[in-house]
């Protein structure tokens, strides 16, 4: 690990993230033996097109922001996973507060959970996307369009998660398993602020093919 004032190195199986001093990711660099090595033989993908090849994402504790704010621009460009395949797990710190948009956007992922302590997704986040199993720690779900900054998100309740427009717009999303410490049992249980129910509100575009609403303690790691 390197440390200065200004930037923090930090390397784990999945490659080497730069972290600047307020959390944002400034790069990745993949470790050459953790990349898929027999690209050509995953049938019906344009492999050329993804930007990373990886078999999992470890993304280290550290990041509290993941891609660029376009709402604010900005001198710095800050990594994102736009065009990724990965075919294990994208792992996400629990340093995590938001995911800005089109930061995952045209990504083919076997799975992600999107944690209790992420508290916003931007627009379009994960648009044009292919997720086998999505993961969301949450029991409730406001629509902002417009980003917080860190001070704003820190201020977010824990089990609430802000979204942007169109957050999975065109995705597709073999199961969605919202885990909320209710313990609710019925998808209509579970609502957006606005009374709208949650499959239907912030993946309204998406083809999901199976939702459901389990006990926070239902929750566990696969092996």
């Known amino acids: ?33 953790h990349e898929l090595r027999n690209r050509c033989l995953v049938q019906g993908l344009n492999i050329n097109n993804f930007k990373f090849c990886l078999n999992d994402l470890i993304i280290p504790e550290g990041v509290r922001f993941i891609g660029n704010d376009w709402m604010k621009p900005s001198k710095d460009r800050f ?15 629990t340093s995590l507060l938001a995911i800005m948009p089109n930061s995952f956007s045209g990504s083919v992922i076997n799975s992600i959970l999107l ?32 980003l917080l900054n860190a001070e704003g998100l820190m201020r977010v309740p824990e089990d609430l998660m802000m ?38 509100r912030i993946m309204p575009e998406a083809d999901v093919g199976k939702v459901s609403v389990l006990p926070i303690h239902d929750m566990v790691k696969p092996d």
């Open 1 to 33: 690990m390197l440390n200065n004032e200004e930037y923090v190195e930090i390397e784990n199986e999945s490659g080497l993230f730069t972290i600047d001093k307020n959390g944002w990711l400034i790069s990745f660099d993949p470790n050459i033996d």
């Open 79 to 93: 990594e994102d996973f736009w065009h990724i395949l990965v075919l294990d797990e994208v792992s996400l710190p």
């Open 115 to 146: 944690p209790k302590n992420l508290k916003q997704i931007g627009v379009a986040s994960f648009l044009h996307s292919k997720i086998f199993r999505l993961d969301i720690e949450k029991s409730r779900f406001h629509f902002q369009y417009r």
């Open 163 to 200: 979204y942007g427009g169109r957050s999975f717009k065109e995705s597709v999303i073999g199961e969605l398993r919202i885990f909320c410490k209710e313990g609710t049992v019925s998808i209509r249980d579970i609502k957006t602020d606005d009374g709208r129910y949650i499959s239907s």
